[in-house]
């Protein structure tokens, strides 16, 4: 798999492979870098047109969000609802918090549901395993190698803040 940088921040990259788009998250992000992330992905999309399928990936951080940054991310989920055809949250926190986060987050599709298929994970396997029959019909190959691939890029990149797991 080939990834096209989207956004590159010290906290969150956005790739794109074909149809597929991957997001990772570590760390604080303010809500002008999510201004730009958008603004970003406002330019590919505009560039690329077509029907998406999406993977993010949240690293441990002790990173808590103000309300003001919540709401701008739940509008950056929002945002491309209509143009995914499912997507996959994985959580890759341990113990009691990460089971509390995929709890809330799976209660929160429960209650407001996209617009496509989703589901969240403790792992990267088991959400590529769920994404890769939506990509393939969307013409785009996804694997699981590709995926941990761009992690050690993620995780190798210069400034890192957050200790490695």
Known sequence: MHFEAITQLPTAWT?????????LFEGALTVDDMVGMQQRGDVWYAANPGRLVELV????????M?????????ELMKNGDSRR???STVI???GLVASLQRSILTGLLMLAPPPHPAKICAGV??????LAPFAQALRT??????????QRAFEARPGRLVASA
């Open 141 to 150: 190959t996804v694997t699981l190698a590709g995926v941990n691939q761009l």
């Open 66 to 74: 103000s309300g003001e940054e919540r709401r701008k991310m739940v």
């Open 85 to 87: 055809d499912a997507s």
């Open 57 to 64: 990936v949240i690293y441990p951080s002790d990173s808590r």
């Open 92 to 94: 890759l926190a341990e």
């Open 15 to 23: 790739m794109a492979s074909g149809r597929f788009g991957v997001h």
């Open 125 to 130: 396997a088991p959400a590529v395993d769920f």
